[in-house]
């Protein structure tokens, strides 16, 4: 289980604190969308989960031992693809040679076969590709790792449109009932049919955490015109086809989540949207 | 269930990964330590004219020091030593950079599988490699110099054990030096003296090299862009503000005049002195590696300070 507890972490004393007190608890396997403004401290939170940040208060822990210690325990059941990375100068080959026996369930196998879902193969030289493809290469690999945790910031940035497509399936051949996949984005449009969880996150608290069956049960997203329905909407904003909306769901039918229309809601009355789940 | 702290494999793992990805920088840094003392033994004696039949014919053996260019050699292999030991500055040089830092330290080995393979690189091997590839380069000198310059017989391999002792070995002191000149119990003395001067030669170049070893390994911890240069700066300033307070604090306390001695605190031998001094900077060698440590394990991908 991932606990964040009480974490409270600044960048600088002087600052005020990205994340204040904030709690947050993983426990089941499943594809988790972190979602928030840009400076809610999305990335600050996927790294004190690294333990790549040292919290100033609190500590987040993985099956009870502190992240932040980076023992080889949980460092090996830990992959994070950042938003920004380098890969040292080498070929792909010995790049896996070299850092695949740190994962004991390193799959070989499964690293050609993600490659080849990206149209990439084996004999490339990692330090000479270009963003999109060093993505695809880093992405491939942490797949491959089948650690307990994949934290994904901002994974389809740089990807091409083909590539977004093979993202979508490439997360969905990974997904297992002990494996948590924490993605973190803006790009919510690339990554809404593949969430299980939601959880939104904005002055340095969690303003929204339901899983995706929850959503659907409780809530509807529809597109209209007709003014009652808009009269009667927990939330509305305008769209291109009329009026975006999210209503109670009192028929039990399952409507697609619009992502973006939740996360206003969220940012504007987070107490009224968790209220409707507590009714 | 692995050691958290040292596993044999893990390490071996992360040692071969951290060579490959250094190995430009440790191309060069060999290639160093085998170009400067090749240039230096082929070309000296060379400007020098050191085994030309009549410069060879005027060469006298003292203290064992059958080559005209061993004292030569030697000073170089001190200055190169002093040199590879700031190499420590490049000690935690992956942590300059963010991407490096994030690299690094989701890498799962640990903390101190990390720290002990820089370690044994820049403290261990590199040592080592300057030591062979200079008897290497010294090697060259004698093939070729031995080659091109037939009936010179003052052209030897430098001693190992020469260099190693950084010369300070009574093996090459000149026995003959004051032969006839004084008494057997002057001449006594005076050897007392210069094994004792030897000895404090040997234990500055030999625990003074660790300690910088250990310096500038620290100085990287905490700088890691430009280490060097910071590293030398503070040590410099450090230095003479610490003197300087250490002299207006003295003078002004206890006057012009004060002196103090080992003999003061009941040590008269000198050999005690030396031995008191060796395993003082011994225990701050030992001290900086341990906090040089702990600044590595509190790293983060940011930089606060």
């Not at chain 1, 204040?20 to 939170?45: H, V, W």
């Not at chain 1, 949980?74 to 070929?91: L, R």
């Not at chain 1, 990554?191 to 959503?215: G, P, Y």
Request: aromatic content about 14%.
């Amino acid at each position: 289980m991932l606990k964040v507890d009480n974490c409270t972490f600044s960048y600088s004393r002087r600052k005020k604190p990205v994340l204040k007190d904030f709690s947050l608890e993983i426990s089941e396997g499943g594809i988790y969308g972190l979602l928030g403004s840009n400076g809610a401290g999305k990335s600050t939170l996927l790294y004190l989960i690294s333990g790549l940040l040292t919290p100033a208060a609190g500590e987040v822990t993985l099956n009870g031992i502190n992240t932040r210690l980076r023992r080889p325990e949980t460092v090996s059941e830990i992959f994070i693809v950042p938003e920004e990375f380098d890969f040292p100068s080498m070929s792909l080959k010995k790049f896996i040679e070299l850092n695949s026996p740190f994962y004991p369930k390193f799959s070989y196998e499964e690293m050609m076969d993600h490659l080849a879902l990206f149209d990439l193969t084996p004999d490339l030289n990692v330090n000479k590709l270009s963003m999109g493809q060093k993505k695809k290469v880093a992405l491939s690999f942490a797949m491959a790792t089948n650690t307990k945790i994949l934290i994904l910031d901002e994974p389809t940035n740089g990807l091409d449109i083909p590539g977004k497509t093979a993202f979508r399936r490439f997360i969905a051949r990974g997904v297992s009932d002990d494996r948590i996949f924490i993605i973190s984005t803006h790009q919510v449009r690339d990554v809404a049919q593949l969430l299980d969880h939601i959880i939104m996150v904005d002055n340095s608290k969690v303003l929204f955490n339901k899983s995706v069956m929850e959503i659907q049960h409780h809530l509807k997203f529809v597109e209209t015109l007709d003014r009652r329905l808009i009269d009667s909407a927990l939330y509305a904003s305008n769209s291109l086809g009329g009026s975006a909306l999210i209503l109670p769901n009192l028929d039990g039918n399952d409507t697609e989540i619009n992502l973006e229309l939740l996360f206003e809601f969220a940012h504007d009355d987070a107490e009224t949207l968790n209220s409707v789940f507590n009714k | 269930m692995k050691n958290q702290i040292f596993d044999a494999g893990r390490f071996s793992a992360y040692f071969k990964k951290y060579i490959f990805e250094k190995r430009s920088t440790i191309i060069i840094c060999l290639g160093v330590f085998l170009l400067l003392p090749l240039l230096f033994c082929l070309g000296l004696p060379y400007m020098k004219g050191l085994y030309s039949p009549e410069q060879a014919q005027n060469f006298i053996v003292r203290g064992n020091v059958t080559d005209p260019m061993w004292h030569s050699e030697l000073t170089l292999f001190g200055c190169m030593w002093i040199i590879a030991c700031c190499f420590c500055c490049d000690f935690y040089s992956e942590l300059s950079k963010k991407r490096e830092r994030i690299s690094i330290f989701t890498c799962p080995a640990s903390n101190f599988e990390k720290y002990a393979t820089s370690f044994i690189v820049f403290v261990i091997l590199f040592p080592i490699a300057l030591f062979l590839l200079f008897l290497f380069a010294d090697a060259i000198r004698v093939w070729v110099y031995g080659a091109s310059s037939e009936g010179v017989s003052c052209i030897h391999y430098i001693s190992p054990r020469y260099l190693l002792s950084f010369g300070c070995d009574m093996k090459y002191f000149d026995m003959d030096l004051y032969a006839g000149s004084v008494s057997p119990t002057d001449k006594a003395a005076m050897l007392n003296f210069y094994k004792t001067a030897a000895a404090v030669k040997f234990s500055m170049c030999l625990f003074g090299g660790f300690l910088l070893q250990a310096l500038f390994a620290l100085g990287s911890s905490v700088w890691p862009k430009k280490s060097g240069l910071k590293t030398a700066c503070f040590l410099m300033t450090f230095g003479m503000v610490t003197a300087i307070l250490f002299y207006w604090g003295i003078s002004t306390f206890y006057g012009h005049d004060f002196h103090i001695e080992p003999r003061d605190f009941g040590i008269s031998n000198e050999m005690t002195q030396v031995i008191i001094w060796d395993i003082v900077t011994v225990c701050i060698i030992i001290f900086t590696w341990a906090v040089s440590y702990f600044r590595f394990k509190e790293w983060e991908i940011i930089k606060r300070w």
